[in-house]
Protein backbone atom coordinates (compact mmCIF):
# COMPACT_ATOMS: atom_id res chain seq x y z
CA UNK A 1 0.00 0.00 0.00
CA UNK A 2 1.40 3.20 -0.98
CA UNK A 3 2.76 5.59 2.20
CA UNK A 4 0.12 8.50 2.35
CA UNK A 5 1.28 12.01 1.86
CA UNK A 6 3.01 13.60 5.22
CA UNK A 7 0.26 16.05 7.38
CA UNK A 8 1.70 18.20 9.39
CA UNK A 9 1.01 17.49 12.46
CA UNK A 10 -1.42 20.07 14.89
CA UNK A 11 1.02 22.63 17.00
CA UNK A 12 0.20 23.23 20.02
CA UNK A 13 1.77 26.22 20.38
CA UNK A 14 -1.25 27.82 19.49
CA UNK A 15 -3.68 29.14 22.19
CA UNK A 16 -1.79 27.58 24.94
CA UNK A 17 -2.32 28.63 28.28
CA UNK A 18 -1.40 27.26 31.77
CA UNK A 19 -2.31 27.39 35.39
CA UNK A 20 0.04 26.05 38.27
CA UNK A 21 -0.05 25.14 41.88
CA UNK A 22 2.02 24.39 44.32
CA UNK A 23 0.51 22.73 47.48
CA UNK A 24 1.69 19.29 48.93
CA UNK A 25 -0.43 16.29 47.01
CA UNK A 26 -4.32 15.99 48.45
CA UNK A 27 -8.11 15.77 47.14
CA UNK A 28 -8.74 19.35 48.53
CA UNK A 29 -5.82 20.83 46.73
CA UNK A 30 -6.53 18.88 43.47
CA UNK A 31 -10.08 19.97 43.02
CA UNK A 32 -8.69 23.50 43.68
CA UNK A 33 -5.93 23.39 41.30
CA UNK A 34 -9.11 22.28 39.08
CA UNK A 35 -11.37 24.79 40.38
CA UNK A 36 -9.08 27.73 40.10
CA UNK A 37 -8.08 26.57 36.28
CA UNK A 38 -12.58 26.75 35.32
CA UNK A 39 -12.22 30.55 36.11
CA UNK A 40 -10.37 30.75 32.50
CA UNK A 41 -11.65 28.00 30.56
CA UNK A 42 -13.25 28.46 27.60
CA UNK A 43 -16.76 26.51 26.10
CA UNK A 44 -14.97 25.38 22.90
CA UNK A 45 -12.95 21.99 21.92
CA UNK A 46 -9.21 21.22 23.15
CA UNK A 47 -6.84 19.64 25.21
CA UNK A 48 -6.01 19.85 29.12
CA UNK A 49 -3.46 18.21 30.55
CA UNK A 50 -3.30 17.52 34.53
CA UNK A 51 0.12 17.81 35.96
CA UNK A 52 1.43 16.81 39.47
CA UNK A 53 3.49 19.20 41.74
CA UNK A 54 7.06 18.37 39.71
CA UNK A 55 4.92 19.49 36.26
CA UNK A 56 5.09 16.14 34.93
CA UNK A 57 1.66 14.41 33.17
CA UNK A 58 -0.24 12.78 34.79
CA UNK A 59 -3.27 12.84 32.12
CA UNK A 60 -4.25 13.52 28.85
CA UNK A 61 -7.78 14.75 27.43
CA UNK A 62 -9.21 15.99 24.99
CA UNK A 63 -13.07 17.85 25.15
CA UNK A 64 -16.17 19.46 22.70
CA UNK A 65 -16.17 21.72 25.18
CA UNK A 66 -13.21 22.39 27.83
CA UNK A 67 -15.32 24.06 30.33
CA UNK A 68 -18.17 21.37 30.48
CA UNK A 69 -15.56 18.68 30.69
CA UNK A 70 -12.79 19.63 33.47
CA UNK A 71 -16.06 20.47 35.70
CA UNK A 72 -16.85 17.09 36.08
CA UNK A 73 -13.32 16.90 37.93
CA UNK A 74 -14.65 18.59 40.64
CA UNK A 75 -17.76 16.41 41.26
CA UNK A 76 -15.39 13.77 43.18
CA UNK A 77 -17.97 11.58 44.16
CA UNK A 78 -19.05 10.80 40.62
CA UNK A 79 -15.33 9.52 39.60
CA UNK A 80 -13.44 6.23 39.88
CA UNK A 81 -11.42 5.33 41.97
CA UNK A 82 -8.73 5.94 39.48
CA UNK A 83 -9.77 8.98 38.70
CA UNK A 84 -9.83 10.69 42.50
CA UNK A 85 -5.87 9.07 43.06
CA UNK A 86 -5.16 11.45 39.87
CA UNK A 87 -7.43 14.30 41.34
CA UNK A 88 -5.25 14.13 44.62
CA UNK A 89 -2.21 14.67 42.87
CA UNK A 90 -2.70 17.39 40.39
CA UNK A 91 -1.64 20.40 41.33
CA UNK A 92 -1.78 22.48 37.66
CA UNK A 93 -3.11 21.77 34.51
CA UNK A 94 -2.40 22.93 30.70
CA UNK A 95 -4.72 23.91 28.43
CA UNK A 96 -4.59 23.72 24.53
CA UNK A 97 -7.53 25.14 22.40
CA UNK A 98 -8.58 23.78 19.01
CA UNK A 99 -10.73 24.10 16.16
CA UNK A 100 -12.40 21.07 15.90
CA UNK A 101 -12.80 18.13 17.67
CA UNK A 102 -11.27 15.70 15.90
CA UNK A 103 -8.52 18.24 15.89
CA UNK A 104 -8.60 17.92 19.48
CA UNK A 105 -8.29 14.22 19.49
CA UNK A 106 -5.31 14.14 16.80
CA UNK A 107 -3.17 16.49 19.18
CA UNK A 108 -4.30 14.28 22.94
CA UNK A 109 -2.89 11.18 20.90
CA UNK A 110 0.28 12.86 20.04
CA UNK A 111 0.69 13.76 23.60
CA UNK A 112 -0.07 10.64 24.84
CA UNK A 113 2.37 8.90 23.03
CA UNK A 114 5.04 11.47 23.63
CA UNK A 115 4.23 12.10 27.56
CA UNK A 116 3.08 8.53 28.38
CA UNK A 117 0.94 10.14 31.40
CA UNK A 118 0.54 7.51 34.22
CA UNK A 119 -3.20 7.79 34.09
CA UNK A 120 -3.96 7.34 30.43
CA UNK A 121 -4.62 4.06 28.80
CA UNK A 122 -0.60 3.13 27.20
CA UNK A 123 -0.24 1.50 24.22
CA UNK A 124 2.91 -0.28 24.99
CA UNK A 125 4.89 -1.07 21.65
CA UNK A 126 8.46 -0.85 21.78
CA UNK A 127 9.02 -2.48 18.10
CA UNK A 128 8.11 -0.84 14.92
CA UNK A 129 6.76 -2.51 12.02
CA UNK A 130 8.98 -3.24 9.03
CA UNK A 131 8.20 -2.14 5.40
CA UNK A 132 9.25 -3.43 1.72
CA UNK A 133 10.34 -0.35 -0.27
CA UNK A 134 10.64 0.14 -3.69
CA UNK A 135 12.92 3.52 -4.35
CA UNK A 136 11.71 5.58 -7.28
CA UNK A 137 14.80 8.12 -7.40
CA UNK A 138 16.91 5.85 -9.48
CA UNK A 139 16.89 4.28 -13.06
CA UNK A 140 16.88 0.53 -11.89
CA UNK A 141 14.79 0.73 -8.27
CA UNK A 142 15.73 -1.20 -5.52
CA UNK A 143 13.50 -3.55 -3.16
CA UNK A 144 14.45 -3.72 -0.08
CA UNK A 145 13.55 -4.13 3.58
CA UNK A 146 12.67 -0.50 5.65
CA UNK A 147 12.15 0.08 9.42
CA UNK A 148 11.94 3.72 10.59
CA UNK A 149 10.86 7.00 9.45
CA UNK A 150 9.59 6.46 5.91
CA UNK A 151 11.34 9.39 4.31
CA UNK A 152 12.52 7.79 0.90
CA UNK A 153 11.32 8.73 -2.47
CA UNK A 154 9.49 5.95 -3.08
CA UNK A 155 6.53 3.22 -2.64
CA UNK A 156 6.21 1.88 0.75
CA UNK A 157 4.36 -2.06 1.05
CA UNK A 158 3.09 -2.56 4.69
CA UNK A 159 2.98 -3.06 7.10
CA UNK A 160 4.02 -6.43 7.56
CA UNK A 161 3.68 -7.85 11.33
CA UNK A 162 7.77 -9.18 11.45
CA UNK A 163 10.73 -8.82 10.03
CA UNK A 164 10.09 -12.58 9.46
CA UNK A 165 7.03 -12.41 7.28
CA UNK A 166 9.28 -9.63 4.92
CA UNK A 167 12.22 -11.49 4.81
CA UNK A 168 10.24 -14.47 3.19
CA UNK A 169 8.45 -11.92 0.98
CA UNK A 170 11.06 -10.66 -0.18
CA UNK A 171 13.01 -13.63 -1.05
CA UNK A 172 10.25 -14.99 -2.71
CA UNK A 173 9.90 -11.86 -4.92
CA UNK A 174 13.18 -11.40 -5.56
CA UNK A 175 12.84 -15.05 -7.32
CA UNK A 176 9.82 -14.11 -9.05
CA UNK A 177 10.55 -10.40 -10.19
CA UNK A 178 14.44 -10.49 -10.34
CA UNK A 179 14.60 -6.86 -8.75
CA UNK A 180 17.82 -5.87 -7.57
CA UNK A 181 18.65 -5.95 -3.51
CA UNK A 182 21.71 -4.17 -3.57
CA UNK A 183 22.85 -0.73 -2.65
CA UNK A 184 23.09 2.53 -5.43
CA UNK A 185 26.91 2.54 -4.70
CA UNK A 186 27.25 -1.63 -4.92
CA UNK A 187 25.79 -1.58 -8.35
CA UNK A 188 27.40 1.33 -9.62
CA UNK A 189 31.02 0.02 -8.96
CA UNK A 190 30.23 -3.81 -10.63
CA UNK A 191 32.17 -4.68 -13.42
CA UNK A 192 30.53 -8.67 -13.60
CA UNK A 193 26.85 -9.86 -12.18
CA UNK A 194 26.81 -10.52 -8.89
CA UNK A 195 26.00 -14.20 -7.25
CA UNK A 196 21.90 -13.29 -6.83
CA UNK A 197 22.42 -13.33 -10.63
CA UNK A 198 24.07 -16.56 -10.97
CA UNK A 199 20.86 -18.02 -9.06
CA UNK A 200 18.15 -16.46 -10.86
CA UNK A 201 17.09 -13.72 -7.98
CA UNK A 202 18.31 -10.83 -9.38
CA UNK A 203 18.17 -9.90 -13.50
CA UNK A 204 21.71 -8.18 -12.83
CA UNK A 205 20.94 -4.08 -14.72
CA UNK A 206 24.32 -2.86 -13.02
CA UNK A 207 26.19 -4.73 -15.90
CA UNK A 208 23.29 -4.41 -18.37
CA UNK A 209 22.11 -7.59 -18.67
CA UNK A 210 18.57 -6.04 -19.12
CA UNK A 211 17.61 -3.11 -20.21
CA UNK A 212 15.53 -0.11 -18.89
CA UNK A 213 12.30 -0.88 -20.25
CA UNK A 214 12.63 -4.29 -19.47
CA UNK A 215 13.67 -3.46 -15.67
CA UNK A 216 10.95 -0.46 -15.88
CA UNK A 217 8.32 -3.86 -16.72
CA UNK A 218 9.62 -6.39 -13.28
CA UNK A 219 9.07 -3.17 -11.72
CA UNK A 220 5.40 -2.67 -12.96
CA UNK A 221 4.42 -6.62 -12.51
CA UNK A 222 5.57 -6.37 -8.65
CA UNK A 223 3.76 -2.78 -7.99
CA UNK A 224 0.89 -5.05 -9.69
CA UNK A 225 1.66 -7.57 -7.46
CA UNK A 226 2.01 -5.82 -4.18
CA UNK A 227 -1.17 -3.95 -4.89
CA UNK A 228 -3.62 -6.94 -4.99
CA UNK A 229 -3.28 -7.84 -8.52
CA UNK A 230 -1.50 -11.25 -8.45
CA UNK A 231 -3.96 -13.05 -10.85
CA UNK A 232 -3.21 -11.03 -13.55
CA UNK A 233 0.67 -10.91 -13.25
CA UNK A 234 0.06 -14.93 -12.39
CA UNK A 235 -1.83 -14.87 -15.66
CA UNK A 236 0.93 -12.67 -17.90
CA UNK A 237 4.24 -15.26 -16.34
CA UNK A 238 2.18 -18.42 -17.47
CA UNK A 239 1.41 -16.94 -21.20
CA UNK A 240 4.99 -16.24 -21.31
CA UNK A 241 6.13 -19.88 -20.41
CA UNK A 242 3.62 -21.10 -22.68
CA UNK A 243 4.92 -18.81 -25.56
CA UNK A 244 8.63 -20.06 -24.41
CA UNK A 245 7.49 -23.65 -24.60
CA UNK A 246 6.07 -23.20 -28.25
CA UNK A 247 9.29 -22.11 -29.41
CA UNK A 248 10.97 -24.89 -27.87
CA UNK A 249 13.35 -22.06 -25.67
CA UNK A 250 12.75 -24.90 -22.59
CA UNK A 251 15.42 -23.46 -21.04
CA UNK A 252 13.47 -20.05 -20.83
CA UNK A 253 10.72 -21.66 -20.50
CA UNK A 254 11.95 -23.44 -16.80
CA UNK A 255 12.96 -19.38 -16.01
CA UNK A 256 9.56 -18.92 -16.25
CA UNK A 257 7.95 -22.01 -14.58
CA UNK A 258 10.03 -21.15 -11.69
CA UNK A 259 8.99 -17.95 -11.18
CA UNK A 260 5.24 -18.96 -11.14
CA UNK A 261 6.20 -21.81 -8.49
CA UNK A 262 7.73 -18.53 -6.05
CA UNK A 263 4.69 -16.64 -6.80
CA UNK A 264 2.53 -19.67 -5.81
CA UNK A 265 4.56 -20.07 -2.38
CA UNK A 266 4.56 -16.08 -1.95
CA UNK A 267 0.45 -16.35 -2.40
CA UNK A 268 0.86 -19.95 -0.16
CA UNK A 269 3.16 -18.18 3.03
CA UNK A 270 1.19 -14.53 3.24
CA UNK A 271 -2.68 -16.03 2.88
CA UNK A 272 -5.45 -14.27 1.12
CA UNK A 273 -8.49 -12.61 2.47
CA UNK A 274 -11.57 -13.30 0.17
CA UNK A 275 -13.46 -10.24 -0.91
CA UNK A 276 -11.02 -8.03 1.05
CA UNK A 277 -8.44 -5.41 -0.68
CA UNK A 278 -6.77 -2.91 1.87
CA UNK A 279 -8.11 -3.19 5.46
CA UNK A 280 -6.75 -3.55 9.11
CA UNK A 281 -8.65 -6.24 11.26
CA UNK A 282 -8.79 -5.07 15.14
CA UNK A 283 -10.26 -7.38 17.99
CA UNK A 284 -9.97 -7.18 21.71
CA UNK A 285 -10.26 -9.10 24.25
CA UNK A 286 -10.81 -8.62 27.97
CA UNK A 287 -10.35 -10.94 31.05
CA UNK A 288 -9.20 -10.85 34.93
CA UNK A 289 -8.76 -6.89 34.52
CA UNK A 290 -6.63 -7.37 31.53
CA UNK A 291 -7.09 -6.55 27.50
CA UNK A 292 -5.87 -7.73 24.63
CA UNK A 293 -6.00 -6.47 20.86
CA UNK A 294 -5.15 -8.37 18.20
CA UNK A 295 -4.70 -6.36 14.79
CA UNK A 296 -4.39 -8.42 11.39
CA UNK A 297 -3.04 -6.43 8.43
CA UNK A 298 -4.34 -7.10 5.08
CA UNK A 299 -2.70 -5.27 2.12
CA UNK A 300 -3.68 -6.48 -1.92
CA UNK A 301 -6.53 -8.98 -0.49
CA UNK A 302 -2.95 -10.44 1.14
CA UNK A 303 -2.80 -11.57 4.89
CA UNK A 304 0.48 -9.68 6.17
CA UNK A 305 0.55 -10.67 9.18
CA UNK A 306 -0.59 -9.96 12.65
CA UNK A 307 0.19 -9.31 16.06
CA UNK A 308 -1.11 -8.68 19.52
CA UNK A 309 -0.93 -5.94 21.70
CA UNK A 310 -1.34 -5.20 25.44
CA UNK A 311 -2.24 -1.91 26.81
CA UNK A 312 -1.75 -0.51 30.20
CA UNK A 313 -2.94 1.54 32.69
CA UNK A 314 -6.44 0.19 31.48
CA UNK A 315 -8.20 0.20 35.47
CA UNK A 316 -11.99 1.03 34.98
CA UNK A 317 -11.88 1.90 31.82
CA UNK A 318 -14.46 0.04 29.11
CA UNK A 319 -13.74 -2.61 25.97
CA UNK A 320 -15.41 0.47 24.10
CA UNK A 321 -12.87 3.04 25.94
CA UNK A 322 -9.50 0.93 25.37
CA UNK A 323 -10.28 0.47 21.75
CA UNK A 324 -10.59 4.04 21.26
CA UNK A 325 -7.28 5.00 22.96
CA UNK A 326 -5.49 2.49 20.60
CA UNK A 327 -6.91 3.22 17.49
CA UNK A 328 -6.19 6.95 17.85
CA UNK A 329 -2.37 5.99 19.59
CA UNK A 330 -1.48 2.92 16.95
CA UNK A 331 -2.24 5.15 13.79
CA UNK A 332 -0.58 8.35 15.26
CA UNK A 333 2.09 7.04 12.89
CA UNK A 334 1.32 4.44 10.93
CA UNK A 335 0.14 4.52 7.52
CA UNK A 336 -3.89 4.24 7.51
CA UNK A 337 -6.10 2.10 5.17
CA UNK A 338 -9.63 2.76 3.88
CA UNK A 339 -11.07 1.16 5.90
CA UNK A 340 -10.76 -0.54 9.56
CA UNK A 341 -12.90 -3.42 10.70
CA UNK A 342 -13.92 -3.95 14.42
CA UNK A 343 -14.99 -6.47 16.80
CA UNK A 344 -16.91 -3.86 18.34
CA UNK A 345 -17.43 0.05 17.67
CA UNK A 346 -15.06 1.83 19.63
CA UNK A 347 -16.48 4.75 21.91
CA UNK A 348 -17.04 7.75 19.37
CA UNK A 349 -16.43 5.94 16.20
CA UNK A 350 -17.65 8.49 14.18
CA UNK A 351 -15.16 10.74 15.17
CA UNK A 352 -12.43 8.80 15.54
CA UNK A 353 -12.94 8.10 11.61
CA UNK A 354 -13.55 12.17 10.97
CA UNK A 355 -10.08 12.74 13.03
CA UNK A 356 -8.12 9.68 10.90
CA UNK A 357 -9.29 11.01 7.67
CA UNK A 358 -7.49 13.84 8.05
CA UNK A 359 -4.27 12.07 8.29
CA UNK A 360 -5.21 9.67 4.87
CA UNK A 361 -5.63 11.03 1.16
CA UNK A 362 -9.27 9.25 1.20
CA UNK A 363 -11.86 8.59 3.71
CA UNK A 364 -11.25 5.99 6.41
CA UNK A 365 -14.27 3.99 7.69
CA UNK A 366 -14.80 2.12 10.93
CA UNK A 367 -17.02 -0.73 10.47
CA UNK A 368 -18.27 -3.63 12.60
CA UNK A 369 -19.35 -6.72 10.45
CA UNK A 370 -22.03 -8.53 11.26
CA UNK A 371 -22.61 -11.51 8.70
CA UNK A 372 -20.43 -13.19 5.47
CA UNK A 373 -16.81 -13.02 4.88
CA UNK A 374 -15.49 -9.63 6.61
CA UNK A 375 -17.32 -11.12 10.04
CA UNK A 376 -15.42 -14.51 9.72
CA UNK A 377 -11.84 -12.52 9.39
CA UNK A 378 -12.85 -10.10 12.72
CA UNK A 379 -13.83 -13.64 14.53
CA UNK A 380 -10.73 -14.76 13.65
CA UNK A 381 -9.14 -11.84 14.74
CA UNK A 382 -10.76 -11.88 17.94
CA UNK A 383 -9.93 -15.96 18.69
CA UNK A 384 -6.47 -14.68 18.57
CA UNK A 385 -6.71 -11.94 20.92
CA UNK A 386 -8.67 -14.22 23.01
CA UNK A 387 -5.65 -17.43 23.48
CA UNK A 388 -2.85 -14.24 22.84
CA UNK A 389 -4.49 -12.91 25.98
CA UNK A 390 -4.72 -16.11 27.95
CA UNK A 391 -0.75 -16.74 27.35
CA UNK A 392 0.47 -13.24 28.25
CA UNK A 393 -1.79 -14.59 31.46
CA UNK A 394 -0.04 -16.96 32.30
CA UNK A 395 3.40 -15.75 31.19
CA UNK A 396 2.99 -13.17 33.35
CA UNK A 397 1.32 -15.20 36.49
CA UNK A 398 4.59 -17.29 35.72
CA UNK A 399 6.63 -13.94 35.83
CA UNK A 400 5.07 -12.84 39.31
CA UNK A 401 6.43 -16.35 40.85
CA UNK A 402 9.48 -16.02 39.38
CA UNK A 403 9.98 -12.05 41.22
CA UNK A 404 8.48 -13.09 44.16
CA UNK A 405 10.98 -16.01 44.12
CA UNK A 406 13.85 -13.84 43.50
CA UNK A 407 12.48 -11.32 46.58
CA UNK A 408 13.18 -14.15 49.07
CA UNK A 409 16.23 -15.64 47.87
CA UNK A 410 17.73 -11.63 48.23
CA UNK A 411 15.57 -10.75 50.91
CA UNK A 412 14.17 -7.92 49.05
CA UNK A 413 10.90 -6.32 51.09
CA UNK A 414 8.57 -6.57 47.82
CA UNK A 415 8.73 -8.67 44.15
CA UNK A 416 11.09 -6.33 42.63
CA UNK A 417 9.33 -3.76 39.75
CA UNK A 418 12.81 -2.88 37.74
CA UNK A 419 16.32 -4.96 37.76
CA UNK A 420 18.99 -3.02 36.33
CA UNK A 421 21.53 -5.13 35.27
CA UNK A 422 25.19 -4.07 34.07
CA UNK A 423 28.25 -5.55 32.47
CA UNK A 424 31.07 -4.23 30.54
CA UNK A 425 33.24 -5.21 27.65
CA UNK A 426 36.47 -4.45 25.67
CA UNK A 427 39.54 -6.20 23.99
CA UNK A 428 42.92 -5.13 26.44
CA UNK A 429 40.96 -2.46 27.54
CA UNK A 430 40.33 -0.72 24.05
CA UNK A 431 36.88 0.74 23.04
CA UNK A 432 35.43 0.08 26.25
CA UNK A 433 32.12 0.59 27.19
CA UNK A 434 29.25 -0.82 29.48
CA UNK A 435 25.48 -1.86 28.66
CA UNK A 436 22.79 -1.53 30.90
CA UNK A 437 19.31 -3.80 30.12
CA UNK A 438 16.27 -3.03 32.50
CA UNK A 439 13.83 -5.82 33.17
CA UNK A 440 10.52 -5.85 35.11
CA UNK A 441 7.02 -7.92 35.11
CA UNK A 442 6.37 -7.14 31.97
CA UNK A 443 9.75 -8.62 30.79
CA UNK A 444 12.29 -7.35 29.33
CA UNK A 445 12.14 -3.37 28.95
CA UNK A 446 14.48 -2.37 25.59
CA UNK A 447 12.82 1.07 25.75
CA UNK A 448 15.51 1.93 28.82
CA UNK A 449 18.54 -0.13 27.75
CA UNK A 450 21.68 2.05 28.00
CA UNK A 451 25.02 2.07 26.32
CA UNK A 452 28.30 4.13 28.17
CA UNK A 453 31.28 5.09 26.24
CA UNK A 454 34.12 4.51 28.56
CA UNK A 455 36.88 7.48 27.74
CA UNK A 456 37.95 8.65 31.24
CA UNK A 457 42.15 8.90 30.68
CA UNK A 458 42.42 7.99 34.80
CA UNK A 459 41.17 4.09 34.15
CA UNK A 460 43.80 1.64 33.34
CA UNK A 461 43.43 -0.40 30.19
CA UNK A 462 41.76 -3.63 31.48
CA UNK A 463 40.30 -2.24 34.99
CA UNK A 464 37.10 -3.87 35.32
CA UNK A 465 36.75 -2.37 38.45
CA UNK A 466 37.42 1.27 37.33
CA UNK A 467 34.85 0.71 34.72
CA UNK A 468 32.05 -0.45 36.63
CA UNK A 469 32.98 2.53 39.04
CA UNK A 470 32.59 4.36 35.87
CA UNK A 471 29.40 3.37 34.57
CA UNK A 472 27.67 3.08 38.21
CA UNK A 473 28.36 6.49 38.64
CA UNK A 474 27.35 7.87 35.44
CA UNK A 475 24.05 6.24 35.91
CA UNK A 476 23.36 6.92 39.43
CA UNK A 477 24.60 10.69 39.52
CA UNK A 478 22.25 11.36 36.49
CA UNK A 479 19.29 9.65 38.29
CA UNK A 480 19.67 11.69 42.11
CA UNK A 481 20.18 14.56 39.52
CA UNK A 482 16.56 13.96 37.30
CA UNK A 483 15.02 12.02 39.95
CA UNK A 484 15.67 12.53 43.43
CA UNK A 485 12.71 12.11 45.37
CA UNK A 486 12.41 9.00 43.08
CA UNK A 487 9.06 10.11 42.29
CA UNK A 488 9.10 8.08 38.84
CA UNK A 489 9.82 4.76 37.50
CA UNK A 490 13.32 4.57 36.67
CA UNK A 491 15.06 3.90 40.26
CA UNK A 492 15.48 0.19 40.49
CA UNK A 493 14.81 -2.09 43.16
CA UNK A 494 17.46 -4.74 42.30
CA UNK A 495 20.90 -4.28 40.60
CA UNK A 496 23.09 -7.05 39.39
CA UNK A 497 26.88 -7.00 38.39
CA UNK A 498 28.09 -9.19 35.72
CA UNK A 499 31.43 -10.54 38.04
CA UNK A 500 32.45 -11.37 41.88
CA UNK A 501 33.22 -9.59 44.80
CA UNK A 502 36.00 -6.99 43.54
CA UNK A 503 32.78 -5.69 40.86
CA UNK A 504 30.45 -5.66 44.04
CA UNK A 505 32.88 -3.97 45.79
CA UNK A 506 33.87 -1.19 43.29
CA UNK A 507 29.88 -0.80 42.61
CA UNK A 508 29.02 -0.65 46.36
CA UNK A 509 31.43 1.87 47.12
CA UNK A 510 30.20 3.82 44.31
CA UNK A 511 26.48 4.37 45.59
CA UNK A 512 28.12 4.97 48.86
CA UNK A 513 29.95 8.11 47.32
CA UNK A 514 26.43 9.41 46.30
CA UNK A 515 24.66 8.95 49.63
CA UNK A 516 22.61 5.70 48.05
CA UNK A 517 21.89 2.90 50.71
CA UNK A 518 18.90 1.35 49.65
CA UNK A 519 19.46 -0.06 46.63
CA UNK A 520 20.25 -4.25 46.75
CA UNK A 521 23.50 -4.63 44.84
CA UNK A 522 24.18 -8.30 43.74
CA UNK A 523 27.50 -9.92 42.23
CA UNK A 524 26.89 -12.80 39.83
CA UNK A 525 29.86 -14.70 39.54
CA UNK A 526 30.73 -17.64 37.38
CA UNK A 527 31.03 -20.55 38.70
CA UNK A 528 34.05 -22.91 38.70
CA UNK A 529 35.53 -23.74 34.87
CA UNK A 530 32.69 -20.83 33.88
CA UNK A 531 30.02 -23.39 34.09
CA UNK A 532 26.32 -21.86 33.43
CA UNK A 533 24.66 -23.52 35.96
CA UNK A 534 27.63 -23.32 39.06
CA UNK A 535 27.00 -19.72 39.24
CA UNK A 536 27.86 -17.91 42.76
CA UNK A 537 25.82 -14.69 44.06
CA UNK A 538 27.72 -12.61 46.32
CA UNK A 539 25.62 -10.23 48.31
CA UNK A 540 26.47 -7.55 49.85
CA UNK A 541 26.65 -8.89 53.47
CA UNK A 542 29.56 -10.91 52.44
CA UNK A 543 27.43 -13.61 52.13
CA UNK A 544 27.81 -16.04 49.00
CA UNK A 545 24.77 -18.03 47.37
CA UNK A 546 24.49 -20.97 44.86
CA UNK A 547 21.19 -22.63 43.72
CA UNK A 548 19.96 -26.17 42.50
CA UNK A 549 20.71 -26.62 38.81
CA UNK A 550 17.33 -27.14 37.91
CA UNK A 551 15.86 -23.98 39.99
CA UNK A 552 13.66 -21.74 37.67
CA UNK A 553 15.05 -18.32 39.69
CA UNK A 554 17.89 -19.65 38.51
CA UNK A 555 17.52 -19.87 35.02
CA UNK A 556 15.93 -16.59 35.16
CA UNK A 557 18.81 -14.72 36.45
CA UNK A 558 21.10 -16.77 33.97
CA UNK A 559 18.56 -15.12 30.81
CA UNK A 560 19.05 -11.55 32.49
CA UNK A 561 22.95 -12.44 33.03
CA UNK A 562 23.11 -13.31 29.29
CA UNK A 563 21.07 -10.37 27.77
CA UNK A 564 23.06 -7.89 29.71
CA UNK A 565 26.09 -9.68 28.44
CA UNK A 566 24.75 -9.49 24.46
CA UNK A 567 23.63 -6.25 25.00
CA UNK A 568 27.52 -5.03 26.15
CA UNK A 569 29.11 -6.75 23.30
CA UNK A 570 26.86 -5.78 20.47
CA UNK A 571 28.12 -2.12 21.88
CA UNK A 572 30.99 -2.90 21.89
CA UNK A 573 31.49 -5.04 18.25
CA UNK A 574 29.69 -1.53 16.88
CA UNK A 575 32.28 0.62 18.23
CA UNK A 576 35.22 -1.45 17.39
CA UNK A 577 33.55 -1.30 13.92
CA UNK A 578 33.68 2.31 14.06
CA UNK A 579 36.72 2.78 15.20
CA UNK A 580 38.55 0.48 12.49
CA UNK A 581 36.64 2.60 10.15
CA UNK A 582 37.80 5.62 11.11
CA UNK A 583 40.23 7.34 9.27
CA UNK A 584 43.00 10.00 10.84
CA UNK A 585 42.50 12.53 8.92
CA UNK A 586 38.82 13.43 10.15
CA UNK A 587 40.48 14.64 13.49
CA UNK A 588 42.46 17.23 11.67
CA UNK A 589 40.62 20.61 11.98
CA UNK A 590 39.76 22.25 8.66
CA UNK A 591 39.81 19.10 6.97
CA UNK A 592 36.65 18.77 5.23
CA UNK A 593 35.56 15.21 2.30
CA UNK A 594 37.39 17.37 -0.75
CA UNK A 595 40.89 18.00 0.95
CA UNK A 596 40.47 14.76 2.70
CA UNK A 597 39.97 13.38 -0.82
CA UNK A 598 42.56 15.37 -2.26
CA UNK A 599 45.44 14.59 0.13
CA UNK A 600 44.39 10.70 0.26
CA UNK A 601 44.90 10.80 -4.14
CA UNK A 602 48.15 13.10 -3.31
CA UNK A 603 49.58 10.58 -1.24
CA UNK A 604 47.84 7.47 -1.40
CA UNK A 605 47.17 6.39 2.29
CA UNK A 606 46.63 8.42 5.37
CA UNK A 607 49.87 7.07 6.82
CA UNK A 608 51.39 8.73 4.37
CA UNK A 609 50.54 11.87 5.10
CA UNK A 610 50.73 11.26 8.98
CA UNK A 611 54.51 11.09 8.03
CA UNK A 612 54.76 13.61 5.30
CA UNK A 613 56.76 16.71 5.53
CA UNK A 614 55.40 20.20 5.85
CA UNK A 615 57.28 20.60 2.43
CA UNK A 616 55.38 17.64 1.08
CA UNK A 617 51.82 18.74 2.45
CA UNK A 618 52.39 22.12 1.06
CA UNK A 619 52.65 20.53 -2.60
CA UNK A 620 49.70 19.16 -2.60
CA UNK A 621 46.86 20.01 -4.68
CA UNK A 622 44.31 22.47 -2.68
CA UNK A 623 46.05 22.87 -0.02
CA UNK A 624 47.70 26.03 1.39
CA UNK A 625 50.57 26.94 3.50
CA UNK A 626 48.09 27.59 6.52
CA UNK A 627 46.68 24.22 5.71
CA UNK A 628 49.62 22.38 5.64
CA UNK A 629 50.68 23.77 8.79
CA UNK A 630 47.66 22.77 10.68
CA UNK A 631 47.74 19.11 9.01
CA UNK A 632 51.64 19.03 9.96
CA UNK A 633 51.14 20.42 13.79
CA UNK A 634 47.57 18.00 14.43
CA UNK A 635 50.68 14.99 13.69
CA UNK A 636 53.48 16.33 15.53
CA UNK A 637 52.79 18.49 18.35
CA UNK A 638 55.04 20.31 19.60
CA UNK A 639 56.69 20.39 23.18
Known amino acids: MAEPPQIDRFSEEQATFAVRGRDAPDLDAGVAAIRNVLKTLPVRPGVYRMLDAGGDALYVGKARSLKNRVVNYTQVARLPRRLQRMVSLTRAMTIVTTASEAEALLLEAQLIKRLRPAFNVLLRDDKSFPFIFLNEDHAYPRISKHRGARKGKGIYFGPFASAGAVNRTLNALQKVFLLRSCSDSFMANRARPCLLHQIRRCSAPCVDRIDAPGYAELVSDAKDFLAGKSQSVQRKLGEAMQEAAEKQDYE ?20 TAEGVKDVDVIALAEKAGQFSIQAFFVRGGQNWGHRAFFPKNTADSTPEDVLASFLMQFYEDMPLPPEILVDRLPAEADLIAEALSTRSPRKVAIRQPLRGALKRLVDQAARNAVEALDRNLAEGATQTKLLAELADLFELPEPPRRIEVYDNSHIQGTNAGGGMIVAGPEGFLKNSYRKFNIKDASITPGDDFGMMRHVLGRRFARLG ?16 IDGGKGQLSAAMDILA ?11 V ?26 APVLFYLQRLRDEAHRFAIGAHRAKRSKAISANPLDDVPGIGPTRKRALLMHFGTAKAVRSAALESLMAAPGISKAMAEVIYDHFHPRG
Not at 252 to 271: K, N, P
Not at 481 to 496: A, F, N, Q
Open 513 to 523: EQGIDDVTLVG
Open 525 to 550: AKGPDRNAGREVFHLMDGRELTLPLN
Open 252 to 271: LAAVFRDRLRALTYIQGQTG
Open 481 to 496: KEDPDRKGSDWPDLVL
